[in-house]
């Protein structure tokens, strides 16, 4: 294992398909801490080969990008994550800051994080989650600020009344879910901001990601 560690330091470039790939394992593994299986990328990518799919597991595996675990369906760690994957290492746990993405595409805003976040596990979740920092005042009326971090939950429905991170085209939004199903729109607490319909059915323009279940902020510089 100390010897893949090492190799996996120089990298072989990566065509489109496999950045892809990879990029979805990374997002995965940093969203929900475990890697998709097989059968998951196949169905993200249209790959109805599973053997195509191993192919390009392959790929990434030889150009040290990531590291096969024999006999297990979720057997993918990330070279830098490699000890604490294989050693089920516990302590506090760091969640990514997510950056920029695409509502078309909402795995997209852990391609290029802006860092990672340790909070404190018993005031936070920290298992399905990540931060976000606020881009709006949009809800200061519920005191959270342009420039705030939010802790954002995943996995579960995101209902009426509760606090939402969507992505509106390119745009990250934290807005309060009013309504539900053809009806359910997205609220800010500012009134020079608009509500933005958001049916349950969805579509390319808008996604709502996660549960905003914690608001961070520091009150100076350096202060994190």
């Known amino acids: 294992m100390e010897s893949q560690r090492t190799n996996a330091h120089i990298r072989g470039s990566l065509t489109p398909r496999q950045n892809e790939i990879y990029e979805f394992i990374r997002g995965c593994i940093q969203q929900r801490n475990t890697p998709p299986t097989i059968l998951e990328i196949g169905e993200r990518f249209g790959i109805r080969s599973t053997n195509g ?4 597991l392959i790929a990434l595996e030889k150009k040290g990008y990531i590291i096969r675990v024999k006999g297990t369906a979720r057997g993918i760690v990330l070279p830098d994550n490699t000890p604490a994957a294989v050693a089920g290492a516990k302590g506090p746990k760091k969640i990514p800051i997510v950056g920029d993405g ?5 795995f997209s805003i852990f391609m290029n994080p802006h860092g990672t976040l340790l909070p404190d596990p018993a005031l936070f979740p920290t298992t399905n989650s990540f931060a976000a920092i606020v881009t709006d005042d949009a809800m200061d009326g ?3 600020f342009k420039g705030d971090y939010v802790i954002v939950q995943q996995g579960g429905e995101v209902r009426e009344g509760m606090l939402a991170f969507a992505l509106f085209g390119q745009q990250q939004l934290v ?4 309504g539900s199903g053809a009806t359910r729109s997205l609220v800010p607490a500012n009134r020079y901001y608009k509500r933005l319909p958001a049916p349950a059915d969805g579509g390319d323009d808008l996604a709502i990601v996660g549960e905003v279940v914690g608001v961070m ?3 100076r510089a350096g202060a994190q």
């Open 53 to 56: 799919v191993n192919d390009l």
């Open 102 to 106: 695409d509502a078309s595409n909402p």
């Open 142 to 144: 519920e005191g959270i």
């Open 175 to 178: 807005r309060r879910v009013q």
């Open 217 to 219: 902020r520091a009150l």
